[in-house]
């Protein structure tokens, strides 16, 4: 079966963004001029898939309203002449169906993705992290779902970390198996670096059988007392094989004040009409400290 639906967990607190993220989704926050869920809804897009479930929270709305038609702007916007600005704004909203669902009690990562099981029915289906961005040259998205296609199982993306890094992820331990594809034996959650199975760490981006489903139900609260996916993962190995699929690409963990700073410093250096001035003005402060 075809893969059609990702599921995007997104009701977190942001608590490591507070006071930012009381009435602001940390999934709204801007790199340069984007917000960090667009990224991740594109990334969708582009590996052909539309139909998109957010699972929010309370304090989410923005999210809504930003895949949503704005009539308003775009009336203002064309009146303007900004056509390129209108396009942009336009295509988002028409090219995404989405689908909103509310995780009432932030039980988990485990428990958000439980939460959507209504929406995405007995049918395989792709989870992103919100606050993760990924940047390939090639589709990470379509990449997994190449490797499911072959061979009809659940499929995680993970990448190499540094050694102190791993109580940061998830980690799995794995047999490689041909190239860039490996089957998983186990998986520990933030695992401390002396525990850690290995140094592969999963990215944010899943591919499950619906499987998956059965497992978070009766997967108990794990690290930090909440229904962890990777513990649901861990049950689902003893009933079918488990994929994963090692990536190379730059991964942009925007959740953490310190990564989201790298994600802006690097898009904008990426970018044509900023590049230049950023770096004159960061030499500027490293010539001349200003003591802030
Ligand atoms: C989550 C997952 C973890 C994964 C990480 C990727 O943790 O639980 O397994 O490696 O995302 O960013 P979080 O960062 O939400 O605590």
């Known amino acids: 079966m075809e893969v059609r639906k990702a599921v995007l967990p997104v009701a977190g607190w942001g608590t490591r963004f507070l ?83 509310r995780q009432k009690e932030q039980l988990g990562l485990g428990h958000a993705v439980l939460v959507a099981e209504p929406t995405v029915g007995y049918e395989p289906f792709i989870v992103c992290l919100g606050d993760v961005i990924v ?3 090639d589709n990470v998205l379509s990449k997994m779902m190449e490797v499911y296609r072959r061979f009809g199982k659940s499929v995680i993306a993970v990448f190499e970390v540094e050694e102190k890094e791993v109580s940061k992820y998830g980690i799995v331990d794995c047999r490689h198996i041909e190239k860039d594809i490996y089957i998983i034996d186990d998986l520990v959650e933030k695992p401390k670096p002396e525990e850690a199975p290995s140094r592969l760490a999963i990215v944010g981006r899943y591919l499950f059988t619906p499987k998956i489903f059965d497992k978070l139900k009766v997967t108990p609260p794990g690290k930090g007392g909440e229904i962890q996916l990777t513990d649901a993962v861990k049950l689902l190995l003893e009933e079918e094989a488990v994929y994963a699929i090692k990536i190379n690409s730059r991964v942009y963990d925007t959740g953490t004040p310190m990564g989201y700073l790298q994600t802006m410093i690097e898009f904008a250096l990426q970018r044509e009409d900023l590049r230049e001035g950023l770096i004159r003005y960061m030499r500027s402060l490293m010539i001349e400290p200003t003591g802030v």
């Open 19 to 101: 006071p930012a993220t009381k009435a602001m989704p940390k999934e709204m926050f801007p790199v340069i001029d984007k917000p960090v869920i667009q990224f991740i809804v594109e990334e969708c897009l582009e590996a052909g898939i539309d139909n998109i479930i957010f699972v929010t929270g309370r304090h989410k709305r923005p999210i809504e309203h930003h895949f949503d038609i704005n009539t308003d702007l775009e009336k203002h916007l064309e009146q303007c002449g900004k056509t390129t600005l209108l396009k942009n704004i336009m295509e988002i909203s028409r090219l995404v169906n989405p689908i909103y669902i």
């Open 135 to 137: 940047k390939d040259e």
